[in-house]
Nanobody
Framework: QVQLVESGGGLVQAGGSLRLSCAAS????????MGWFRQAPGKEREFVAA?????????YYAGSVKGRYTISRDNAKNTVYLQMNSLKPEDTAVYYC????????????????WGQGTQVTVSS
């Protein structure tokens, strides 16, 4: 069982940066692959980035964020991060952190643990 709490969202101008954090409870954080998803108003939730369990040697990114976003993890702090650079108005969404006790995945339905989300708003 793991509980997830996101933070770091806010309002930023286009071209700016934000770093989201997701703090996880529990002592087995390193055993979970972690993912970030987002949901814009009127749209379905979509995959953003994922990182493998353990040392996080493997990462996946959605094409729309590749080269601008970086996912990372600090197992000593039970935290996964999403560094977002060169933000665009279309990045505006609620961002969710998710966890699964298995190999890395970009599929929403494969994640069983979710945070409450944090709002990111990018103004033009």
């Amino acid at each position: 069982q793991v509980q997830l709490v996101e933070s770091g969202g806010g309002l930023v101008q286009a071209g700016g940066s934000l770093r989201l954090s997701c703090a996880a409870s529990g002592r087995t954080f390193s055993g979970y692959s972690m993912g970030w998803f987002r949901q814009a108003p009127g749209k379905e939730r979509e995959f953003v980035a994922a990182i493998s369990r353990g040392g996080g040697s493997a990462t996946y990114y959605a094409g729309s964020v590749k080269g601008r976003y970086t996912i990372s993890r600090d197992n000593a702090k039970n935290t996964v991060y999403l560094q977002m650079n060169s933000l665009k108005p279309e990045d505006t969404a609620v961002y969710y952190c998710a966890a699964r006790p298995a190999v890395i995945s970009s599929f929403e339905y494969e994640y069983g643990y979710w945070g409450q989300g944090t709002q990111v708003t990018v103004s033009s």
